[in-house]
């Protein structure tokens, strides 16, 4: 199950809970996650603790692979909106698609793929699937 969390947020569209459900299903995701949308503070002070940047960034992701009472938990993600509306401004496209992409981003994250080890499978990927979901939002 994948829950997503967006209080002071508006969905990006009433079909993304839905379509991050798609997406984890189609990379085989085990377990469950969440999705929190947060602001630029929140996201800049877990970035500055686990990673040691002080900055805003797009996308974090947290794995955790927990077994809880109901099985299996995968991890958390968050997608920080005002850095994701000037992405999606500068990439010419919704802010929608920009969190589809952030949270598929996310996503293979938790599956236990990373960039900056890979060759480039996992954008590739990524890339990917943001193609075969992104038209299903504005």
Known sequence: MIAVQHEGFPLPARTFPALARKVA?????????????????????LNRT???????????????????????????????????????RQHGHSLAREVLLLAIHGLLHLKGLDHEVDRGEMLALQESLFAEFAAELP
């Open 25 to 45: 299903a189609r990379i085989g995701l085990e377990g469950g996650a969440t999705i929190r949308l947060s602001g630029e503070e929140e996201v800049r002070t």
């Open 50 to 88: 686990y990673r040691g940047k002080d900055r805003a960034t797009d996308v974090l992701s947290f794995p955790s692979g927990e077994t809880l009472p109901n099985g299996l938990y995968a991890g958390d993600i968050l997608v920080c909106m005002p850095v994701a509306a000037e992405q999606a």
